[in-house]
């Protein structure tokens, strides 16, 4: 069965940088397209980015374009999300989740979901 463990979050000022990793366990990652999805208090789970299971079909959101990058080590079994130029609107629970059906910016398409890690933006 397949586990995603999130990490990386925490709390940085406007303009820095994290990377959040998403660890599989379980099961390899391999065939999984991957999905960052964000959740900011009192609002719905939006797509982030997206990377196909060959690394090569990807997806951002218009809100993250030029700041975010998102990235897979299919050997380590896991995939990244490189944030840079962080704004307070980026704050949110940042959640990663699996799909054997291919990505899409739909959640419902994916089946395992990490437990979040928390973003904060903040002076």
């Known amino acids: 069965q397949l586990q995603l463990v999130e990490s990386g979050g925490g709390l940085v000022q406007p303009g820095g940088s994290l990377r959040l990793s998403c660890a599989a366990a379980?099961?390899?990652?391999?065939?999984?397209?991957i999905g960052w999805f964000r959740q900011a208090p009192g609002k719905e789970r939006d797509i982030v980015a997206a990377?196909?299971?060959?690394?090569?079909?990807?997806y951002y959101a218009d809100s993250v374009k030029g700041r975010f990058t998102i990235s897979r080590d299919n050997a380590k079994n896991t995939v990244y999300l490189q944030m840079n130029s962080l704004k307070p609107e980026d704050t949110a629970v940042y959640y990663c989740?699996?799909?054997?059906?291919?990505?899409?910016?739909?959640?419902?398409?994916?089946?395992?979901w990490g437990q979040g890690t928390q973003v904060t933006v903040s002076s």
């Open positions: 989740a699996a799909s054997r059906y291919g990505w899409s910016v739909r959640s419902d398409n994916y089946d395992h």
């Open positions: 990377v196909g299971w060959r690394g090569v079909n990807i």
């Open positions: 379980g099961s390899t990652l391999d065939y999984f397209a």
